[in-house]
């Protein structure tokens, strides 16, 4: 990775969205904004820890699905909304699998950026590129991307745990759209996705109300709301399904209740 880097001063006054997910997740990349803000979130929603860490397996699993189960076995992958780097990250996975793998990380978060530059200087088929999903065309247009990644060959793009921040104001069908249209027949496209389904409209109101003092706003949607983010794709078995469910060999007896759905599309050849 070459690109020359630049560190973010760390604004630690207001909640950060990516820092209450790696305290969701047992992280130490949070400061007590971001700490109060989890905790009250635990209050009203209980089992959103057990979510996040449910929807971090996910991506492992698409990873492998991705890079060695498919007959196109993808060899390139854009993760768009990473996060603050932790374990588990797409390209360690994808490099067990096959160390050949290009994987480029797209974030918004200056501080998400900052931090998987430091860690990712001496990995040369992985980037992090500062860019933000609701200008998909800047993403799709980057020079940084597209010196590693090759759009008349299959690639994989990643959107886990990130279209919920996009309010229906900033279209996100229409930024799916786009992406899904830029990709090449036989790849691939993950979402997870927070939903409302079922917790409480009295909670769910509060969860935005957090948010909306934190970085970045929460848009939970219904089933079929994110199921419309496949359309012109082929679903991968099992479809669109609670995230612990997806391609789990290990399934709880009881599953909770959905906090997050998740699938992964294929788009089909021309015929």
Known sequence: MSESRRFAPVDGQRANAARIYDYLLGGKDNYETDRAAAKRLLELVPD??????????????????????????????????????????????????????????????????????????????????????????????????????????????????????????????????QLKQAIAPGSYLAISHVTADDVTPDVTARVQELYESATAPSAPRTHSEILRFFDGLELVSPGLVNVSQWRNDFMPEHPGRTIFYAGVGHKPSQH
Do not use: K, W
Not at 165 to 171: A, K, L, M, P
């Open 48 to 177: 959103a820890s057990v979510a996040c860490y449910d929807n971090r397996q996910f991506l492992g699993r698409a990873v492998r699905y991705l890079v060695g189960g498919t007959r196109q076995q993808i060899r390139q992958i854009i993760d768009i909304g990473t996060g603050l780097p932790t374990l588990g990250q797409v390209h360690s996975v994808a490099h067990l699998i096959a160390p050949d793998t290009r994987v480029v990380y797209i974030d918004s978060d200056p501080e998400v950026i900052d931090q998987s530059h430091r860690l990712l200087a001496s990995e040369p088929h992985v980037t992090a590129i500062g860019s933000d999903l609701r200008h998909p065309e800047g993403i799709l247009t980057d020079p940084r991307l597209l010196s590693l990644i090759d759009f008349t060959q299959p690639i994989a793009i990643l959107l886990v745990a990130i279209l919920h921040f996009i309010t229906d104001d900033e279209h996100p069908h229409e930024i799916v759209t």
